[in-house]
């Protein structure tokens, strides 16, 4: 009855973890005879504890407790633990009275868990390093055994939780609630079955009935004012079924969900005759449909219960010193006690004692006296008790971090004794091991197990006889002395499968009875596979999704649809995500692709998400949020074996992304209309792959320059060149058509030669170079560097009317009665001079007279002997420059924009109008630590005007902007952005936050008379068109047919061409030349030094 014994303590230990005065003895007797059958069980207060939440448990209950353990032949009967009514009710813990003993207890608990997490950790990191388990050990197979038989049954689940604290005026509770949990063993077909001998494959079928989550909001029915009988009552009347939802359908957040989760478990891949084809452990779950909902109260609820979790996790220290009160109001002196004493006691006192002789002694000493006691622990094979309870009492005055380094420097002074000892053992003493050495495999360390399931199986290899041995070998098919099975790297040994048929997400208004939902979200036919190669360390996790629609809020057009699919037989997404590949061609892989989407915009379901998702409280989740700004990192010298070794083991990503363009449809006015006018974006295919993504597997480059003699300069630079994992991403095919009223969309997007374009499609592509050395400031982390080849874009008048009548007529998604008012500080004009001069010790003019001198040069640039000295220090602080870390450095080119207006004289001739070029604009971006530096070039610009009522033989271009000499940089533009906790703010940049140098070669404007007149007659009707047919939208006519007709009439309607006179035009030309822009230059500077000051 040994192994009868050591369950039955397991058990015993466990129980009463969390139940009430649980009768040791009696339960002992009870699991000896077979059957135990507990009634009325009362949960423990610190059964959440482990959660580690500011909540306690008020009422805890469990009906029944039922064991059932066939002793007299536990190998082939069936085991049963059946649990009935399981109800549990929680609070905030600051509505608790605070007792200081129980929290004395509670802490000691949360340390001695934190130690044990601790120590766990460590020796599955050994586990790693030594000699971890074999995966036929005894361990292994014992579970197997125990599970191949074993009946779980939980019926009748209610966890609950309730806060009046959070707003006393508006209380809410949520909980969840369970009907069945069903643990059996079935046969291949998943019947269930009584497996009454060893198979090398078992099934276990685990159903899950009426799984569901509800929240109610303003509840007036708190459990936990209720006596016990009412709870219970409560509690069992709360739990919902297939047929019944107790609270009201829409207080249900989750509702109630029934699942079926198979399970396969091989004890012998080895000996099933499959070639290892056949996982060793198989779990497959199947959903057919998860419903989800939320209304606004619900999310109000919740985010002010985020937020009171985050305010009670802070006042946890202060809770010994807080007033028993149900108020503030009468109780001022109370309240101000509080917040002196939790000043007092958590601050001054403790602050005074931690840096007090006497106490940084005493703390040591424990230290010490901690280590010695430790380190005799681990020297003694039996447990002593005085030796753990001097220990626990210098547990009580350390904190967790000194007792875990207490521990780890008594293990390596134990290290270093054993180091120092006899090195040679007899080989024969040295693997003259227990018996219970093989069950974890040859040469496994005891750290490689779990601390608990050691100590379980220690208990076993103490007490066992070995007729008891032999026994439970044969019934768990278990050879002490057999060797290892070794696993091929091919063989899948963990397999997993999920599919979801459906998954619902609505958002609903509970204001609204007559259109209570707001959107409508559906995601269907989801599957997941996750394989798992232990042998080769590799792990593969694909998933599928085949439908994705979202409706808006239903209007009386009818139900808005805002994303479809294009193409309904193809699976929209689908990703697959590798390590260790069984081709070794990479560390990593990475494949993605995503179908394209009908998007649609509609702002009255976008207003209604907005007024949902617009918390009252705003919850401020410090844990969450709680990122430094800035970081200043310590930055170290990095030799070239040091880059190598870091390029050597930097995992290799295989990445290919394809995302086929999804098109974007703007209604007019925001609402979807059949025959209105709308714009249709094309956002592009958007692919990404990664270059020269093989494995790193020989003799590296650098390497080999170092042998031949290279000089530093050239292995620096191979260094630098190999020290970047490259990725090249392309958007092609992005477009935007202006479509008018009554076009057929998909006809114009057959047609390539359509004028309905307002972008036609062009393409994007960019390098990303991502930096594999972190911690070398010479190297940027980010490098993007991209071009846009020629775009040239061609609008008819018509088109542009549409366009931009479409986009004036969406209304924004924030409702019109909130508020946006903008606050500005302004400073009275007497304050100027006296803010003007706080800024630094020179003068607004003397820094004028800088702006002058720069202007005055021919380049833009100063004479480096001539730079002004505002320091003292002078040229040297630019020598002696902070070397900052390059986060991102970008490069961005322009090659050519061609832009071109025409305007449609009929049906089917239309003229040019308008025609503006640019080319060569190029953007240079580099962000560092404390400093971010733009750079814009430009080479070339122009516009010109084309006299659209000539007669077409007449027709002549007059340039209105033309540069002067294409040879230079047209425009120069220089930005600086710094932050003001640089090392080099006031030395380098001389307290300038921002800085921006514009310089300009030469530019020519002819301002044509005519063509000034025409282009604003051209502008002003354009404007009254798109007004016109704003207009006549807002007027609503009750005839769509006949506001269709109406903006057709409007985009079409030129009206007569005016005449022009034929006296010669007057031409006047402006010259812009570098006068003009020093005395921009000054007004800009004096502008920016107020905002500075």
């Keep these: 009855m040994v192994f009868e014994a050591v369950v039955s303590n397991q058990l015993n230990k466990f129980l009463g973890a969390y139940i009430e005065n649980v009768n040791s003895s009696q339960l002992k007797l009870g699991l000896l005879g077979g059957d135990v059958v507990l009634n009325r069980l009362v949960l423990k207060q610190s059964a959440l504890d482990k959660l580690d939440l500011p909540v306690k448990i008020v009422a805890g209950h469990i009906d029944e407790l039922v064991l059932k353990i066939p002793w007299t032949n536990i190998y082939s009967s069936r085991t049963q633990v059946c649990i009935k009514g399981l109800y549990l009710l929680a609070i905030p813990n600051q509505a608790v009275a605070y007792d200081a003993d129980k929290e004395r207890v509670a802490n000691k608990k949360a340390k001695e868990r934190q130690l044990f997490l601790i120590e766990e950790a460590k020796a599955r990191e050994t586990a790693k390093a030594g000699n971890p388990e074999e995966n036929g050990g005894f361990v292994y197979k014992l579970v197997a055994q125990i599970l191949q038989n074993l009946l779980v049954t939980v019926e009748d689940v209610h966890i609950r939780f309730e806060d009046n604290v959070t707003n006393p005026h508006h209380p809410f509770a949520f909980g969840m609630t369970l009907k069945k949990l069903a643990l059996e063993s079935t046969d291949e077909s998943w019947v269930p079955t009584l497996i009454s001998e060893v198979w090398k494959q078992f099934y276990k079928l685990l159903s899950l009935e009426c799984l569901s989550i509800y929240w109610l909001s303003n509840t007036t029915q708190l459990l936990s004012a209720m006596n016990s009988t009412n709870q219970l009552e409560h509690f069992r009347e709360g739990i919902a079924n297939v047929n019944e ?122 230290v010490r006296q901690y280590i010695d006691l430790y380190r005799t622990k681990l020297y003694q094979k039996k447990e002593d008790v005085m030796l753990r309870k001097n220990l626990e009492e210098l547990e009580s005055h350390l904190d967790v971090f000194n007792i875990t380094l207490a521990r780890r420097q008594a293990e390596l002074q134990i290290e270093r004794v054993r180091a120092n000892e006899q090195k040679t053992k007899d080989e024969a003493q040295q693997n003259n091991n227990y018996w219970f050495g093989g069950w974890f495999g040859i040469g496994a360390s005891s750290a490689a197990v779990n601390p608990k399931t050691a100590k379980v199986v220690k208990s076993l290899q103490a007490e066992m006889t070995p007729d008891e041995k032999k026994k439970l070998y044969s019934a768990i098919g278990y050879e002490e002395n057999a060797v290892p099975v070794k696993y091929p790297k091919t063989f899948i040994e963990n397999r997993f499968e999920f599919f979801l048929q459906k998954l619902v997400i609505l958002l609903r208004d509970h204001t609204n009875r007559k259109e209570p939902v707001i959107l409508l979200s559906s995601l269907s036919r989801v599957e997941a596979i996750v394989e798992q190669r232990p042998a080769a360390q590799a792990l593969r996790a694909a998933v599928k999704v085949g439908g994705f629609i979202i409706d808006g809020t239903p209007q009386k057009t009818g139900i808005p649809s805002l994303v479809r699919p294009l193409e309904d037989d193809k699976k929209i997404l689908t990703l697959m995500y590798e390590t260790n590949p069984l081709d070794e061609s990479c560390d990593q892989r990475v494949r993605l692709a995503v179908e394209s989407l009908l998007i649609t915009y509609d702002v009255k379901t976008f207003r209604n998400i907005n007024t949902m998702f617009k918390s009252k409280e705003a919850a401020q989740l410090t844990q969450i949020t709680a990122v430094a700004r800035q970081q200043l990192k310590n930055l170290k010298k990095t030799t070239a074996s040091g880059l190598e070794y870091a390029i050597q083991n930097q995992a290799v990503l295989d990445v290919d992304v394809n995302i086929k363009g999804s098109y974007l449809v703007l209604p007019f006015g925001g609402r979807h209309k059949n025959n209105s006018g709308k714009i249709l974006c094309n956002m592009g295919n958007f692919t990404m792959k990664s270059l020269d993504g093989r494995k790193r597997r020989d003799e590296s480059k650098v390497s080999q320059l170092m042998r031949v003699g290279s000089t ?382």
Excluded at 773 to 785: I, N
């Design 245 to 366: 939802k107790p609270y009201g359908d829409s207080s249900y957040i989750a509702h109630p969900i029934t699942s079926y989760y198979k399970l396969r478990i091989n004890t012998r891949p080895d000996l099933d005759g499959s070639n290892y084809t056949i996982p060793r452990v198989f779990v497959n779950l199947e959903l057919e449909e998860i419903l989800m909902a939320l209304n606004s109260t619900q999310y109000d609820d919740i985010v002010g219960f985020l937020g009171e979790i985050e305010r009670l996790h802070r006042a946890l220290p202060y809770r010994k010193y807080r007033p028993v009160l149900c108020g503030y109001k009468k109780y001022a002196q109370y309240w101000w006690l509080f917040a002196y004493q939790c000043v007092l006691e958590e601050n001054v006192r403790r602050r005074r004692r931690n840096w007090c002789w006497s106490h940084m002694k005493e703390h040591k000493d424990r």
């Design 712 to 1093: 530093e300069k050239q292995i620096l630079e191979e260094i630098v060149k190999s020290s970047y994992i490259k990725f090249s991403l392309r958007l092609h095919d992005v477009q935007v058509l202006s479509v008018l009223p009554n076009e057929d969309l998909t006809l114009l997007l057959k047609d390539t030669n359509t004028d309905a374009f307002i972008l036609k499609p062009m393409s994007i592509e960019l390098m990303v170079e991502k930096c594999l050395v972190l911690d070398d400031p010479r190297l940027p982390k980010l490098k993007v560097s991209g071009q846009l080849p020629s775009i040239h874009i061609d609008v008819l008048d018509t088109r542009l009317i549409n366009f931009a009548a479409v986009l004036k007529s969406i209304p924004s998604p924030t409702p019109e009665n909130v508020s946006h008012a903008v606050v500005v500080s302004v400073v009275p004009e007497e304050e100027l001079p006296a803010l003007i001069h706080r800024g630094g010790k020179k003068s607004a003019l003397e820094h004028l007279e800088n702006v002058f001198e720069f202007a005055s040069n021919e380049d833009g640039h100063q004479d480096p002997n001539n730079l002004p000295d505002n320091t003292g220090v002078g040229s040297s602080i630019e020598e002696r420059q902070l070397v900052q870390p390059t986060d991102l450095m970008l490069r961005f080119e322009f090659q050519d924009v061609r832009l071109s207006l025409s305007v449609a004289q009929d049906s089917i001739v239309t003229k040019p109008v308008l025609s503006f070029g640019m080319e060569n604009l190029i953007l240079v971006c580099t962000k560092k630590t404390f400093e971010t530096v733009v750079d814009l070039t430009l080479k070339d610009l122009s516009l010109n005007f084309i006299d659209r009522l000539a007669t077409d033989g007449q027709q002549k271009s007059i340039k209105i902007i033309n540069s002067y000499d294409s040879s230079k940089e047209l425009l120069c533009v220089h930005f600086v952005d710094v932050d003001k906790q640089s090392p080099e703010f006031h030395a380098r940049h001389r307290s300038v936050v921002r800085k921006l140098e514009v310089v300009i070669s030469y530019l020519d404007c002819d301002f044509h008379q005519e063509a000034v007149i025409d282009l604003l007659q051209l502008s002003t009707d354009i404007n009254s068109r798109i007004d016109e047919i704003v207009s006549i939208e807002s007027t609503r006519f009750t005839n769509p047919a006949a506001e269709i007709k109406s903006q057709l009439k409007v985009l079409v309607n030129r009206g007569k061409p005016k005449r022009r006179r034929t006296k010669a035009a007057e031409v006047v030309d402006f010259q812009f030349k570098q006068a003009l822009f020093i005395n921009l230059l000054v007004w800009s500077h004096m502008v920016q030094l107020n905002l500075n000051s």
